[in-house]
């Protein structure tokens, strides 16, 4: 019976954990802005498209150059009105970095290539943080300027729409954390112990390399890391090579599927890559791990289930959507975070006896958040509800329906009690609270109760599915919902979501 108790228990902290801060908090009320405005109109392939200049300032075409702070240079996130820039289409990054760990000196060239979605005299990337040395467009040096966390380019040469065209990036200094517009602590590049990594959700991954950095540009990506000799440098995807040289060694991966900004990742450092044949067979996916020099799968009880949990999420929400998948265990992070087919734990929650609900959780991000990414950040419950919902789905699997009931009443109880902002409208400022995790999950359970578990299944997979590779946004899943289960699902949707308070949940079948 403890196993019960330590469950919910475990839950509860893991959310807290995820949040950095308590969460439930009711002086935290969401920017009105963020209630009343319809969210900006996004594409769901949007990397195939962009919204034209609305002569609101937005677009690259037109804008004033160098002319003091601009309006706002986004891709028109509705929370996060800086975040990305429209006018192009990042197809690939590759990041050819050395880094110097003794000086925690990184440097090198970012060379982006991409597609002109309209005419471009300048266009923007976002970045802070480091120093740029030089910028080239198709090979010849351009003019750049930095305005507060963005860098203005301006080639020699316009560049003609749907035109493909490269930048290259050099640039350099002492990478650190920096602050977020969105959770309460630093993100970005950490160093610890020794050991160097990268946690950059939501907006953390332009202080590391410049980047049209949100979700709704997804691109591949070549890591060629430089360290040397005896630093182990992962990356990102799929091991390619470690080319070695005098005291040095260059460690190659590849992401060979579209991934936003924020889930690229390097954990530089005391690291074996530990591959896991057996768990790859029961996966049907290649796992290698980056564990801490010296230790194995069988040192971190609870890890040699990652096959089989690969294997059962795949029969609830369909193939799973990459090449590889593994975890890294590093220091000092606090919490978990599901880079692409390389998701981050710190190494006490590794050590916790919640460990296997935090791997479903990260795995389960690899369909809800990596592959179906967010077109805006103000659904971030679509990420954190959903992998929230999975780790519930493992308890049922585990312990049986009737534990996983008792369990969520209760905890949906406690919501009764505090205040809460509803998990559809979160503080721009606190973007990873505890409702959008917890009442997020209880939404897709009010939805499972309301169509049936045939269809509630189906909507899942069709979910991951059709927007795989790509993004959405609620309406998005709403309209697939109403779709599948042929019922009008708006109110249902809207007081888990929208209104206070938590509702009670539907009878079921
Ligand atoms: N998405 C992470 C999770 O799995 C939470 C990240 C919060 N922390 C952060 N640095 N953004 O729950
Ligand atoms: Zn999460």
Redesign the pocket.
Known sequence: MWRRTGLWLSLALLAAA???TDGVDSSATPPTSAVSSTPAPVSTMASTTSEPDDGSGRGNEGFTRFAGPPESLGIGDNYFPDLGNPGYDVNHYTLDLVFEPAATRLGGVVTIEATALQALTTFNLDFTGLTIDSVAVDGSEAAFELIEEDVVISPQTPIAQDEEFTIDVEYGGQPRSTG?G??P?G?GWTTVNGQNYV?A??DGAHSWFPSNDHPLDKATYTFRINVPDGVTAAASGTFVEQITDVGRSIWVWEMRSPMTTYLATVVIGDFDIVEDPAASLDAGVAIRHVLPAGTTVADWPGLERQGEMIAYLAELFGPYPFETYGIAIVEGFG????NQTLSLFDRNLAESFFFEDVLI??LA?QWF?DSVSLGQWSDIWL??GF?SYAEWLWIEREQGRATLETGIAVERDQFDEAGFNAPGVPPSFDL?NRAV?RVGAMTLHALRLTVGDDAFFDILKAYAARFANGSAVTADFVALAEEISAMELDDLFDAWLIEQPVPQFPPGE
Do not use: K, Q
Request: hydrophobic share 40%; net charge negative; charged share 15%.
């Open positions: 995820c949040s950095g977020s969105a959770v602590f993100i946690v959700e939501p919490a978990a975070l599901e959780h990260e991000h958040g990420n954190e992998a990873f995790y």
